[in-house]
């Protein structure tokens, strides 16, 4: 794993940039989900942004094809 020094204003201007993206992109999916009431539960696949000398991990926007399978009472359904 590589890990970046960046300074504090930096880092400040990073983690508010990737929160804001990142909490658009889960309410995009909770939207989605009480939209398509039929499927009880999704499956999605996002990425995720790490500082770890601050020990902080955010969701991060990856693509817009996050939901990867959906289910039903037949079970799963890739997508």
């Not at 995720?48 to 601050?54: A, H, L």
């Not at 926007?61 to 359904?77: E, F, P, S």
Request: hydrophobic share 35%; proline share 1%; aromatic share 16%.
């Amino acid at each position: 794993m590589t890990h970046y020094n960046f300074g504090i204003s930096y880092l400040s201007s990073s983690i508010s940039s990737n929160v804001k993206i990142s909490s658009f992109d889960l309410l995009t999916i909770h939207e989605w989900f009480s939209e398509n009431s039929q499927y009880d539960l999704i499956k999605i696949e996002m990425g995720f942004i790490e500082y770890p000398d601050e020990n902080i991990r955010f969701v991060t926007h990856t693509d817009v094809n996050y939901i990867k399978a959906v289910h039903t009472d037949g079970g799963w359904i890739q997508v």
